[in-house]
């Protein structure tokens, strides 16, 4: 019983001091290999769930994250791998602790991967001064700020029908191939933002450059770039929308104005089924197992309002809905956290009306706080438009509409199409500082009314 007294209070001291400085290194063994993870022994009362170990052989060290605990084993799935350099049984892995980064400003301007190191070949980046874990919570409830004051994105169907206010977290909810990412392009110019942090979640490797070069151009001077494309392993697939919200916060809490962009939510929570399934969770909603739809809320409720007198981080994540079911889990799930959701419709994008944003069907659950004056009167006005234009499509191509016999008809023929026009923006356009008086010129042009009487 002494012995076994003896052996307990060293092990409180070895837990004492590797939590404190870590001048104790506590190491064990792998001990059963699988696809996706590994099975260490000697280590599992010495870690936490989404702490880090070290495999260290051949002069590098690679990380795994701890993503199940049982008395005796723990479980751990590799960050970073390449093919031959497997661990073997009986290799030493090495507790390292929570995963942290130091942001700076200077990495403005920089595009990293999930793990904070650059991937641009501009040299090493700036440690700030602060770690902070990728992992943190978000602010107390009633300590944020409130959301209201508006913001122009530069936009025009969303500052018309679904516009935005500073700190709200907005969906782009779209199938594959419709234009989310380029939607996602125009959002990241807006001149409203101080600074603007961008996660791409399993983008194609050969888009990131052209992204990043092309599509954000001078505006990268302002821009972090976190980087895990779809060949990198699920860990890092998972870490990078992380990461990004880390380096968000520290703006934020410096007082600034951030925009997010997550591109995109459902390969971070494909990224996260991936990591539950090889942990051996159960699914529970469609291959999903439920640490996924904790997650989501997670990292969601970390962007928003800084606490009073911080500043805002005002979050744009896409959503790919498989096969256009907007029922999804992940796109449910997303939903009901989210401020709002942009739908972008594949019929308005085959008929070359970009962005293919469907006005009937998106939502901003802030759009009361950032109209001014009556443009919520005309914004709904022009959503009733809209919507009497396209019920009476069939209609209009059966051939059963008579002009004079509908007013409200006949207004919503001769105005709509002067809408859709109007609402057409590409890439490439500048951004419009009002959407409204562009539309009313538009519309006024269309009735006839002179330049004088406008």
């Known amino acids: 019983m002494a012995g ?3 052996l307990q ?78 661990a073997a049984i009986g290799e030493r892995v090495w507790r390292r ?14 595009t990293i991967s999930a793990l904070g190191e650059p991937v641009d070949g501009l040299g090493p ?35 018309i029908f679904t516009p935005i206010c500073r700190g709200q977290r907005l969906g782009v909810f779209a199938g594959s191939g419709v234009g989310k990412s380029t939607l996602l392009s125009m959002f990241a110019r807006a001149a409203d933002f101080d600074r603007a942090v961008i996660a791409l979640v399993g983008e194609r490797g050969r888009e990131v450059r052209e992204f990043i070069e092309d599509t954000l151009g001078p505006h990268m001077a302002k821009t972090v770039a976190v980087v895990a494309t779809s060949d990198e392993s699920p860990m890092l697939r998972k870490m990078a929308p992380l990461t990004a919200m880390t ?38 909603a469609r291959g999903y197992p439920a640490s996924v739809f904790t997650a989501l809320p997670g990292l969601l409720e970390r962007a928003g309002p800084g606490r009073q007198g911080k500043g805002a981080i005002t979050a744009i994540v896409s959503v790919l809905v498989d096969g256009d079911n907007h029922n999804d889990p992940v796109a449910d799930s997303a939903r009901g956290i989210l401020d709002g959701h942009l ?50 499509s069939d209609l209009r191509l059966l051939g059963g509409y008579r002009a004079g016999t509908d007013p409200d008809l006949d207004m919503a023929v001769k105005q709509a199409p002067v809408i859709y026009q109007t609402l057409r923006q590409g890439p490439d356009d500048p951004p419009c500082p009002d959407a409204f008086a562009e539309l009313a010129e538009a519309m006024k042009t269309a009735a006839g009314v002179p330049k004088g009487q406008r």
Not at 97 to 110: L, Q, Y
């Open 125 to 159: 980046l700036i440690a700030g001064a602060h770690d902070r874990r990728i992992d943190a919570p978000p602010p107390q409830s009633m300590q944020r700020d409130r959301v209201n004051e508006p913001i122009r994105t530069g936009v025009k169907v969303v500052d």
């Open 97 to 110: 602790g929570p995963f942290t980064i130091a942001p700076d400003p200077s990495w403005c301007g920089r």
């Open 343 to 392: 739908v972008l419709d594949r019929r308005l994008a085959d008929e070359g009306r970009y962005p293919p944003v469907n006005p009937l069907t998106s939502i901003s659950r802030l759009a009361r706080k950032a109209w001014r004056g009556d443009e919520e009167t005309l914004a709904i006005k022009l959503r009733q438009l809209i919507h009497r234009y396209e019920e009476t």
């Open 9 to 86: 209070a060293l092990a409180e001291v070895t837990d004492q001091f590797a939590d404190a400085g870590r001048s104790i290194e506590i190491s064990g063994k792998v001990s059963a290999a699988a696809a996706g993870n590994y099975t260490v022994s000697g280590l599992s009362r010495h870690l936490r769930l989404g702490e880090l170990v070290e495999f260290r052989r051949r002069g590098s060290r690679r990380l795994a994250e701890v993503v199940r605990l049982d008395p005796d084993l723990a479980t751990v799935c590799p960050i970073e791998g390449a093919a031959g350099d497997a």
């Open 4 to 6: 076994r007294a003896t």
């Open 247 to 284: 380096v968000a916060e520290h703006f934020r809490d410096a007082g600034e104005n951030v925009l997010l962009i997550v591109d995109s939510l459902t390969r971070f929570a494909h990224a996260l089924r991936e990591v539950g399934m090889a942990a051996g969770e159960p699914p529970v």
